[in-house]
């Protein structure tokens, strides 16, 4: 089955950029998309398709995919960024979807 | 809006079955896909599979199979994750999810199901 990896964590100082990555192979033949999960809460989708933001994500969150890497990237990041985040595609090969298993950011 | 609202926590012994609900509002329930998601306590997100809410038809995910089944009611808008056979290792929380429309992100989730096996 089709495996995402992802850091398990990443460490950013406020008004920075925070990147995180999602390695698969071949992963950027494939649709990409990104969760960020706070402590107690439902995830929330804030890229998909790779780069397209849904409406009410802020600009600072912007996607990229190529070869076998894709990331996401915070520009400016805030302390209420602070979150879990999970990169996901759609496997056809095996017609399932499949998460990766999760980046911590920490705004130090 | 569109909201997926769960029904509350559960706690079983082993052995015996849950049913989750999902009850869905704001949008057309059948034009849209719902997917389950499991979370194990301090572990990432899992995806268990997905409903077809236009045909009933469910897809399981590697590891969700024979124990779990995904149902649906259509005339209250609501789907059903039902695990029997429970087993402490089934203790999480279940998430229903909307497919995203023409995409195979999630868009929409409900807030939760915390699902506790324990003897």
């Known amino acids: 089955s089709y495996v995402l990896t992802q850091p398990p964590s990443v460490s950013v100082a406020p008004g920075q950029t925070a990147r995180m990555t999602c390695g698969g192979n071949k992963i950027g033949s494939k649709s990409v998309h990104w969760y960020q999960q706070k402590p107690g809460q439902a995830p929330v989708l804030v890229v998909y398709?790779?780069?397209d933001r849904p409406s009410g994500i802020p600009e600072r969150f912007s996607g990229s995919n190529s070869g076998n890497t894709a990331t996401l990237t915070i520009s400016r990041v805030e302390a209420g960024d602070e979150a879990d985040y999970y990169c996901q595609v759609w496997d056809s090969s095996s017609v399932l979807k499949v998460f990766g298993g999760g980046t911590k950011l920490t705004v130090l | 809006q569109v909201q997926l609202v769960q029904s509350g926590s559960e706690s079983k012994k082993p052995g015996a079955s849950v049913k989750v609900s999902c009850k869905a509002s704001g949008y057309i329930f059948t034009s849209y896909a719902m997917n389950w998601v499991r979370q194990a306590p301090g572990q990432g997100l899992e995806w268990m599979g997905w409903i077809n809410t236009n045909t009933g038809n469910p897809t399981y995910a590697q590891g969700f199979t024979g124990r779990f089944v995904f149902s649906l009611d259509t005339s209250v808008r609501t789907a059903y994750l039902q695990i029997s056979s429970l087993k402490a290792e089934d203790t999480a929380v279940y998430y229903c999810?909307?497919?995203?429309?023409?995409?195979?992100?999630?868009?929409?989730w409900g807030q939760g199901t915390l699902v506790t096996v324990s003897s």
């Open positions: 398709d790779d780069s």
């Open positions: 999810a909307r497919r995203n429309s023409g995409s195979y992100s999630i868009d929409y």
